[in-house]
């Protein structure tokens, strides 16, 4: 099955098989989910589309990233979302392109905390 990727603005749009993430590496990404991780996070007193962007909309996901960057739950809901094929919004910082790249790097043997750890990941600085 072949799904769209997201991508940024100005890009081509690309029609990709999607990673296979091998059953081990999505149990690693589970484990790093905490239960109850969503009450905590900070797109939780958030009454807007902040986390849902329109693709063309750098401003919008950099706002979200910024959000991310703070919030205490980060990697708990970037391996939700890698685990759980989370294909759109901002999730943990990531956007759906972002995710897919890194589903790559995983499906090509990068081990899962160096995954959710990678500096840069956001965007933003810290």
């Known amino acids: 099955m072949k799904r769209q990727i997201a991508t940024m603005p100005g890009q081509l749009t690309l029609r990709l098989d999607?990673?296979?993430?091998?059953?081990?590496?999505?149990?690693?990404?589970w484990a790093w989910v905490d239960h109850g991780w969503q009450h905590a996070a900070a797109c939780q007193t958030s009454l807007d589309d902040t986390w849902y962007p329109e693709p063309d909309s750098g401003d919008s996901a950099h706002a979200a990233?910024?959000?991310?960057?703070?919030c205490p739950v980060r990697r708990s809901c970037l391996a939700y979302a890698l685990a759980d094929d989370e294909q759109h919004g901002i999730w943990?910082?990531?956007t759906a392109y972002e995710r897919e790249r890194m589903a790559c790097d995983l499906a090509d043997g990068t081990q899962v905390d160096t995954v959710l750890a990678r500096p840069g990941v956001l965007g933003v600085a810290a």
């Open 18 to 29: 999607p990673p296979a993430i091998p059953p081990w590496k999505e149990l690693a990404l």
């Open 65 to 70: 990233k910024l959000a991310c960057a703070v």
């Open 92 to 94: 943990g910082g990531a």
